[in-house]
């Protein structure tokens, strides 16, 4: 198992009202990064029983994401490359942490 893989984990801080404007201003992202495996998780029926025994169902489309420290602080997401997920699962142990995280839908705004 490789942990080659770039994985950002990010804390959203909201903006703050400004009361000369009525807005709020934009969000402060924040992103601890980490060295990890990424694997696609096994959906099939028959798939990985161990991953459906300490995950419960995994959706399709999902990543499984291992640590080999547990990372300590908490998060709003997870970036990996362009991309943003939201952790589905996370089964932490003595020395690893494992997350099954599924991909954000990005909301086009009008």
Do not use: C, W
């Not at 804390?11 to 400004?18: L, Q």
């Not at 991953?51 to 990543?63: A, K, M, P």
């Amino acid at each position: 198992m490789r942990y080659d893989t770039a994985v950002y984990f990010q804390r959203i801080t909201p903006g703050e009202y400004d009361e000369t404007t009525g807005n709020y201003s934009d969000p402060v992202v924040t992103e601890d990064k980490r060295i990890a495996s990424v694997t696609q998780s096994p959906t099939q029926p028959k798939g990985d029983r161990k991953l459906r025994i300490e995950h419960g169902s995994v959706r399709e489309d999902s990543l499984t994401v291992r640590l080999l420290n547990p990372y300590p602080k908490p998060f709003d997401r997870i970036r990996i490359g362009g991309r943003l997920y939201s952790a589905d699962t996370a089964l932490r142990l003595r020395n690893k942490q494992t997350f099954v995280i599924s991909e954000i839908q990005a909301v086009k705004g009008g």
